[in-house]
């Protein structure tokens, strides 16, 4: 397959006309075209010749059932073929050259615009904004398909988590274009299709997508804003669950990590450090012979006492399992395995063998019920061991030298693309059903380096082996976010660098940056210098360490921001300009060095080896507060910053109330119903900054079950004094303990109960909430 090469619409019959449900192609059959309005301005399209494509091999839908309002906009064809979304400039096809076929190919071409913007797209290292850009979308093993000089400089396309979505915005008009299908994807922004590098002249200016094969089908979702857009694809594809609280905490990886003496050293190191840390992850290592569903009897002695007193301590310990089987006659999963007639087929109807880390392997087919339920049963095995999550890994699927192609579905009678993008996917749904089937009451945490369309409701995505330089810790940040914006909120890139040799300059910069990214893990290969936080010297370290301790004082926001994700598909990491509109000198959608984490903070670290000064755009209107100072400064303008190697530029959004835990954190131990609340209010603000705080037990779904707390917050400033409304909409956990904290010269707080409008002055121990005393403290008590 070539990656740098796509379809183009040169060679494409276009249909001429719509009667009826039809399509017209000439002297070929028509297309049966099928437009259904899901409701609230989601539509699906679809076309159907079952002579040209007659297999439909979509196993995993979408919630097209998800959206109850009405529509305001209309989606059709006119008479000529020409799809249009009426009342939008943003989404027209291209007169006479809308729908088009090509053998089994597909094509979908639209009218672009010279000021369109275009992002999302999923995992791509092609920056935020899309513009002039061609793209596939097929899964693949990164450092395996290609050439590694590629990969150091970031230029390495298609990368791991094929996601066929094209968030489009013309002028203040949203839509998201979402392609329905499991195969290999090509889109095109208006690249560059001249040797000679001039444009197309004869050809009026077009976006277009499609597939190689495979039923047409896709998905349009208009928008007021980025914002609505994307809680809407969110809703289709799937929000992610309430994660649990500790897979939002700092985690340790290394290849080279093998069993009970290394995880022990860690866990040493870090309390010895007092350094939070939940995750003590473990690579291939800790297999015997690499073979999955194993643990080297050299590695552990008793496993499950080692891996209890981890857990008591804190840590949860999570190895990696990979789908490649060790062809073996004498080992049990492989024997299992063929008696279930589980594993793909070749061509010939025999195993398919491909060459991973145990050497010949094969492979489960997860496009198999039975095949998902195989796998499952071990992974359940796998939690009931002690293990506390999975990473999920050469689940592009690798196959080492083998061609790919041969590897089949559905006992062989599927060809390889109809499940090939989804293989990851169906490993994460087998992989979370196991250990819910363990631990029925408890949030699995699963993290796959592939994925797709969907796979945000089973597991998280770190973004594969990346490497230890600058500009892959400039790319990470444009990667994030447009994975966001493309349904998989829950990721983040290998701290600092997986491949190559990390300094300490750099280490700072990478924690420093991603200290809030919504997965945060340190990993690195085997053979590369040592980059636990302690290996770059005390200096280094204490910076390091300050940060992390930052992101676990930060946790009860943090969590606000899942619990948004998983009830209406919010986006946690974002762009600018999801939340503000452009102002004058301020192109949002052009910033992509800067972002937001929930409603709240805004970070604008520094990327560049050795500058300690940038300039930071405060969007909007009101003012922000410097994080390092508690000065409150105007938006809606750019100023320059200076910093320092301890320090980060970090601003709260003035008008917020931003939940902490109090003091300093220097354990993984959290607690949701014991916080400071951080009234971000400063002197003649005349806003009122509301929170619904939610707080549980962070592990269990007994918040599923009402057994949580929920309470709404209001705050208001009068000269020095703080006014706080406290409403308890839901009771259903342990009391909340609060502590007030104030800035810019507030001095004082009056709380007043909703029920009953009781009213006290706050003092330390003074006054209670719940049954507890609620303490009142001045700010600023975190510094950056």
Known sequence: MYFQKIRHPSNFRFASGHAGDALQL????????????????????????????????????????????????????????TLRLEGLNVFTGVPGACVGVCGKAW??????????????????????????????????????????????????????????????????????????????VFMDTGSNWFF??????DAPPSLWFGADEGVPAFYVIAGESMASVTRRLQRLVGVTPLPPLWSLGHHQCRWGYAGARDLNALDAAFAEHEFPND??????????????????????????????????????????????????????????????????????????????WPGRTWFPDYSLPEGRAWWAGYARQFRDWGFGAAWIDMNDPSTGAAEVDDMRFQHGKWDHWTYHNLYATGMAQATWEGFKAARPDERPFILSRSAATGSSRWTALWTGDNWSNWHHLRLCIPGTLNLALSGLPFNGPDVPGFGGHADGELA??????????????????????PQEPWQFGPQALAIIRHFVRLRYKLLPYL?????????????????LFHDFDAADGLELDRIDDQFLVGPAIMQAPLLHQGLQQRVV???????????????????????????????????????????????????????????????????????????????????TDAHARGERGVVRLRATRTGDAIALRVEALQSGWKPLRVRVVGYDGASSAVVALASGDVTQALAPDAWTFAGQPLAVGRGPVFTV
């Not at 995750?279 to 209890?308: C, H, N």
């Open 559 to 575: 969590y606000q921001l899942w619990v948004a994700q998983a009830r209406d598909g919010t986006a946690v990491m974002r762009p």
């Open 107 to 184: 094509l979908v071409q639209l009218a672009r615009h010279d000021d369109m913007r275009f992002y999302g797209q999923g995992e791509k290292v092609t920056g935020l904004e899309k513009s002039g850009k061609r793209a596939k979308f097929w899964n693949l093993d990164v450092w395996g398909d290609h050439p590694m000089p590629v990969i150091i400089d970031g230029q390495a396309d298609p990368q791991y988590a094929a996601i066929p979505y094209l968030l489009i915005r013309n002028g203040t008009q949203w839509i998201g274009v979402l392609v329905d299908h499991p195969g290999n």
């Open 196 to 201: 000679s590098g001039r444009d197309d002249l």
């Open 26 to 81: 000439g002297d070929a059959a028509p297309l049966q075209a099928r437009v259904r309005d899901l409701g609230e301005d989601v539509f699906h399209v679809e076309f159907r010749d079952d002579a040209r494509w007659p297999l439909d091999p979509r196993l995993l839908r979408m919630n097209d059932d998800a959206f109850a309002g009405a529509s305001r906009h209309r989606l059709g064809f006119d008479a000529d073929g």
């Open 617 to 699: 755009a405060l969007p909007g209107a009101g003012r922000w507060m410097d994080a390092g100072t508690g000065r409150f400064v105007r938006a809606g303008r750019s100023i320059n910053v200076r910093s320092d190697a301890a320090s980060t530029p970090l601003f709260v959004r003035e008008g917020q109330l931003v939940p902490m835990q109090p003091g300093e954190r220097t354990t993984q131990f959290n607690d949701l119903a014991d916080i400071e609340l951080h009234v971000v209010l400063g002197a003649g603000c005349a806003d009122e900054a509301v929170l619904d705080y939610t707080f549980d037990d962070g592990l």
């Open 279 to 356: 995750g003590l992850w473990l690579d291939i290592d800790y297999m015997e012979d690499f073979k999955v569903f194993t643990t080297s009897p050299a590695q552990f002695g008793d496993r499950a006492a080692e891996l209890r007193a981890l857990t008591d301590k804190g840590r949860r310990v999570v190895p990696i399992l990979d789908p490649g089987v060790k062809v073996a006659d004498d080992y049990e999963v492989a024997e299992s395995g063929t008696k279930a007639d589980i594993f793909c087929k070749n061509p010939e109807g025999r195993p398919y063998v491909g060459f991973v």
């Open 508 to 529: 700072v910069a990478w924690y420093k940056a991603g200290m809030l990214f919504p997965f945060l893990r340190n990993h690195s290969c085997k053979g590369t210098v």
